[in-house]
């Protein structure tokens, strides 16, 4: 369980339930990683890489798409569940920087870190390096 900071909000461990990203709306699993500006923008930039042509939803509405288009063998989806895997960790880590050490990046770096990431792994799977050098994935 990720606890974000409604869950440690409602136990009474913090007070302050603001979303370290975009410091606008409260922030809850949804929030965070699909309706906060800061995360969309992300998203909307590893979107564009995979060309997948479909705006950002909310977590439920993600999952379930998620779990439907990589029931496919593809390379595709392969990637996609690298990215998908990727831009959920850094988003959680971009957040607890800013919480825990007042540090702040970019959504561009934080989509070269992924994209970098992506590269890493793929460059180990031979059947991946010559789609994501037609995708022009790497960063």
């Known amino acids: 369980m990720l606890y ?3 869950t440690l909000s409602n136990w009474g ?3 302050d339930y603001v979303c ?4 606008a709306e409260v922030e809850t699993h949804q929030h965070l990683f699909f309706s ?3 995360s969309k923008q992300i998203w909307h930039k590893m979107l564009n890489c995979l060309l997948i042509t479909r705006g950002c939803e909310g977590w439920n509405e993600e999952l379930e798409w998620a779990i439907g288009y990589v029931k ?3 390379i595709v989806v392969d990637v996609y569940r ?3 895997a990727a831009t959920i960790y850094y988003i959680w880590q971009e957040r607890n920087l800013r919480i825990f050490q007042q ?3 970019t959504t561009g770096m934080i989509s070269r870190l992924i994209t970098q990431e992506i590269h890493h792994r793929a460059s180990m799977i031979p059947r991946l390096i010559g789609y994501m050098q037609n995708l022009n994935f790497y960063p």
């Open 103 to 105: 540090k702040e990046r």
């Open 82 to 84: 690298m990215a998908l």
């Open 72 to 74: 496919r063998k593809s």
């Open 36 to 38: 906060c500006n800061f």
């Open 13 to 15: 461990i913090i007070g």
């Open 20 to 23: 370290a990203l975009c410091k």
């Open 4 to 6: 974000t900071k409604d």
